[in-house]
């Protein structure tokens, strides 16, 4: 019966820190690009036939209201890759391999079809430079 309890409580305690991105980087704060009042939301398990990526929006408001939006970027095992800064909009859903942001005629998805995040996301007309482990 120990034995069960021990691997029960493994299960549940890594499930809880696989799905757990937003606090990682509220944790670790990178570059003051993640602060602690931020709207986060989860895109987790975007996953190609090579990799799977786990994909967090960040949104919040500047010390001067500016308002700024992220994108960090996870491997499917939980390392930091980097992010993208910058987008007027926060992404609204996974399509394929895809995170989709508001339909625009000038760009509206990233497209994680490779082994690695896209060097450059075109995103309403705009490009955005993926910053690798800034």
């Known amino acids: 019966m120990n034995l069960l309890t021990l691997i029960l409580s493994f299960l549940v305690s890594s499930a809880a820190y696989a799905g757990d991105d937003s606090d990682w980087l509220k944790a670790n704060n990178l570059n003051g690009y993640f602060p602690q009042e ?26 001067t209201n500016k308002g700024m939006r992220r994108l960090a970027v996870f491997s499917g095992s939980g390392d930091y890759l980097g992010v993208y800064s910058g987008f007027q909009e926060m992404p609204v859903k996974v399509v394929g391999t895809s995170l989709v942001f508001p339909v625009s005629e000038y760009g509206y998805f990233i497209n994680f079809s490779g082994s690695q995040p896209p060097a450059t996301a075109y995103i309403d007309g705009e490009n955005f430079e993926f910053e690798s482990k800034p």
Request: aromatic share 16%.
């Open 38 to 63: 931020a709207k986060y939301v989860n895109f987790p398990n975007l996953c190609n036939e090579n990799t799977c990526f786990n994909l967090v929006a960040v949104s919040y408001v500047t010390e």
